[in-house]
């Protein structure tokens, strides 16, 4: 019995381990932007107090700490600060793929079959329906990229050919591909976010990130009005500053300050919607 319920949390775990790949990915970029500004700031410092008396004879070592001494004020933060930025939004554009490829194994590996449910569950038949018409959306899109895959999302075609003809077949245990349901993911806003969710009928509770304290320091509003509003300028904000990243050369800056109040935010938006789907699929399931 132990048995069976350990490996039941472990089958979960597989399932759902795409917050804590996102949370660790933001901690390494957080830690990589604190290591580089603190070894910029300590690198110019330490080697003035290297005594050149003792490398005197070592043509080499001193070499060395010249060319790190002139290097150190040519460093641009922004080139940094921009890379790290955009590290961590993609990391955010993953990990969303990553949450849809895991509700879907979620719910293919729960075997479910809708010629099976009665009609208190039309609920759960709308839910099903839509996922089999996004499925064969998605798979439209997925193979006609065959002979151009994206590098990015690596699919198995019979795989997807597959999912087509079971989750179409009412009296066979419904199946979708959680590979195709990344595609369509980027260039996230607010409103593109809740159309990514409707795929599995989700309707995300804004007011419920809206509502964390933690959020509303974060963007320093008073009132869960203001929140809602600035959550939705800091997606639109967050989706410019990707594009201008991407598309520019180093025309404008990002200070420190706002990459790390970025990767918080992330921090938490993730939290909210990685809650709002599993929670949704395991009603789904009940």
Same mark, same amino acid.
């Given at each position: ?206 007011? =419920?990130?809206? #509502? ?10 008073? &009132? *869960?009005? +203001?929140?809602? !509003?600035? $959550? ?7 989706? =410019?500053?990707? #594009? ?10 990002? &200070? *420190?300050? +706002?990459?790390? !109040?970025? $990767? ?10 990685? #809650? ?11």
């Amino acid at each position: 019995m132990l048995l069976n319920s350990f490996l039941e949390v472990i089958s979960k775990m597989k399932e759902w381990t795409a917050k804590i790949v996102f949370d660790s990915y933001l901690n390494e970029v957080f830690e990589t932007c604190n290591g580089i500004f603190l070894a910029k700031e300590a690198r110019g410092t330490l080697l003035k107090y290297l005594s050149r008396e003792t490398l005197a004879h070592d043509v080499v070592a001193q070499g060395l700490i010249n060319t790190a001494l002139s290097a150190v004020p040519k460093i641009r933060d922004g080139h940094v600060v921009r890379s790290l930025y955009m590290s961590a939004h993609a990391g955010f554009e993953q990990y969303l793929r990553s949450l849809f490829e895991a509700a879907a194994l979620s719910i293919s590996n729960a075997k479910l079959h809708r010629s099976k449910l009665s009609v208190e569950d039309m609920d759960r038949v709308a839910i099903l329906d839509a996922l089999r018409g996004w499925q064969i959306s998605l798979a439209g899109d997925a193979f006609g990229r065959y002979f151009e895959p994206l590098a990015h999302l690596s699919v198995d075609y019979s795989q997807v050919a597959d999912a087509i003809v079971q989750c179409g077949d009412e009296k066979a245990a419904f199946v979708i591909d959680g590979k195709v349901f990344g595609f369509r993911v980027g260039n996230v806003d607010r409103k593109t976010i809740d159309k990514l969710f409707t795929r599995f009928r989700c309707e995300l509770q804004w007011s =419920k990130l809206a #509502n964390n304290p933690e959020v509303q320091k974060l963007l320093d509003t008073k &009132s *869960k009005a +203001e929140t809602d !509003k600035e $959550i939705t300028n800091t997606l639109l904000d967050a989706l =410019k500053n990707r #594009n201008r990243i991407a598309h520019t050369q180093g025309e404008f800056d990002i &200070s *420190k300050e +706002e990459l790390l !109040k970025h $990767i918080k935010f992330l921090e938490y938006f993730s939290e909210f919607l990685f #809650n709002a789907l599993s929670e949704h699929v395991t009603k789904l399931l009940k």
